[in-house]
């Protein structure tokens, strides 16, 4: 190979391990969050969903997309809770007048959990993932350019 396809090599591999590095680190952080979120969340109640909230976002090419997430009510001590799920999908997984268990911070009863949901934990294994995947490329791209 002549100098400027190693160079190409290079920075291929460069940037595939770069991007590849940002993600994995956003995904593991995101993960870890997520855990210690999940430990605080030890006190376990049935809540109902009492909405469904949408969220509509535009891309650059000015396509436009409609998420939606439950709002959860459950109780605490007597007290009414009412928590918007973190997690918008399309379509919904949920509706009105479904009841479902709910796992929240007993110091912070705002802080909770849908039990069973495994969409945060996807989300971020997907991402986590792929940042890996793009890292590894991105060292062989680079040691293919080095030899």
């Not at 770069?18 to 680190?25: A, K, N, Y």
């Not at 459950?74 to 009414?80: K, P, R, T």
């Not at 911070?105 to 849908?114: I, N, R, S």
Request: neutral net charge.
């Amino acid at each position: 190979m002549d100098n400027s396809e190693l160079n190409v090599f290079l920075m291929v591999g460069a940037i595939f391990a770069f991007i590849g590095l940002i993600f994995l680190i956003i995904g593991l952080v995101f993960m870890h969050l997520h855990k210690k979120k999940k430990n605080l969340c030890t006190a376990r109640t049935v809540g109902q969903v009492v909405d469904i909230v949408s969220r509509t976002s535009t891309d650059s090419d000015g396509y436009s997309s409609v998420v939606y997430s439950p709002v959860i009510s459950y109780w605490v001590n007597g007290i009414e809770v009412r928590q918007t799920n973190s997690v918008y999908s399309r379509p919904c997984r949920y509706t009105v007048g479904q009841n479902v268990e709910v796992m929240y911070d007993p110091m912070e009863p705002g802080k909770m959990l849908v039990a069973g949901d495994k969409s945060e934990t996807l989300l971020f294994g997907i991402f986590t993932g792929l940042g890996g995947l793009f890292f590894i490329l991105g060292i062989v791209f680079i040691i293919v350019g080095i030899r």
